[in-house]
T-cell receptor, first 112, second 109 residues
Framework: NAGVTQTPKFRVLKTGQSMTLLCAQD?????MYWYRQDPGMGLRLIHY???????AKGEVPDGYNVSRLKKQNFLLGLESAAPSQTSVYFC???????????FGPGTRLTVT | GQSLEQPSEVTAVEGAIVQINCTYQ??????LSWYQQHDGGAPTFLSY????GLEETGRFSSFLSRSDSYGYLLLQELQMKDSASYFC??????????FGRGTSLIVHP
């Protein structure tokens, strides 16, 4: 049981480039979330999904898109990366709404 | 909307007891979760209070008072490995989780 995995672990992008972060969970969870964590800001919710084929905006959705085509995968896309998107990105999943979230190891993204 | 407040930093010595407070203002609030995060690591779930009162899990306890919009995490018999950040977050019933800015706990020998 791998839990929640994230790909890649590290990435450096130039301003304007695009990329997709992949999150996968093997716990058959309905709910999945993408957060970003910046120093002193805690965890901020970017987008979330309450089931396969559904997505919704969180607290800081601008500049990001998501897709949940399969129940076990939740993709986060950056269409045109900006330095302000330099952050650590965490994916999480849960069986029920927000009871106990299981987090992936994070993706450290730097945009230059 | 929702807002959560907790102290930015707490220090204590090994073997002591420390309490990390969390106050919140939110609509549709049903409970409070606590997470631990070590430097460079991912957050891990510690506890969840759905009802008022104290929940105990080993050395950690969590308390909730919905009438006071207040909760706390109590850590007993502190160990060096407890040095980490601790986040409170709303629980069941809210589609949009909000994490506080976290409390950095520093445990000294």
């Amino acid at each position: 049981n791998a839990g929640v995995t994230q790909t890649p672990k590290f990435r450096v992008l130039k301003t304007g480039q695009s990329m997709t972060l992949l999150c996968a969970q093997d716990m058959n969870h309905e709910y999945m979330y993408w957060y970003r964590q910046d120093p002193g800001m805690g965890l901020r919710l970017i987008h979330y999904s309450v089931g396969e084929g559904t997505t919704a905006k969180g607290e800081v959705p601008d500049g990001y898109n998501v897709s949940r085509l399969k129940k076990q995968n939740f993709l986060l896309g950056l269409e045109s990366a900006a330095p302000s998107q330099t952050s650590v990105y965490f994916c999480a999943s849960s069986y029920e709404q927000v009871y106990e979230q299981y987090f992936g190891p994070g993706t450290r993204l730097t945009v230059t | 909307g929702q807002s959560l407040e907790q102290p930015s930093e707490v220090t204590a010595v090994e073997g002591a007891i420390v309490q990390i407070n969390c106050t919140y203002q939110t609509s549709g609030f049903y409970g409070l979760s606590w997470y631990q995060q070590h430097d460079g690591g991912a957050p891990t779930f510690l506890s969840y209070n759905a009802l008022d009162g104290l929940e105990e899990t080993g050395r950690f306890s969590s308390f909730l008072s919905r009438s006071d919009s207040y909760g706390y995490l109590l850590l007993q018999e502190l160990q060096m490995k407890d040095s980490a950040s601790y986040f409170c977050a709303p629980g069941r019933g809210s589609y949009i989780p909000t994490f506080g800015r976290g409390t950095s706990l520093i445990v000294h020998p």
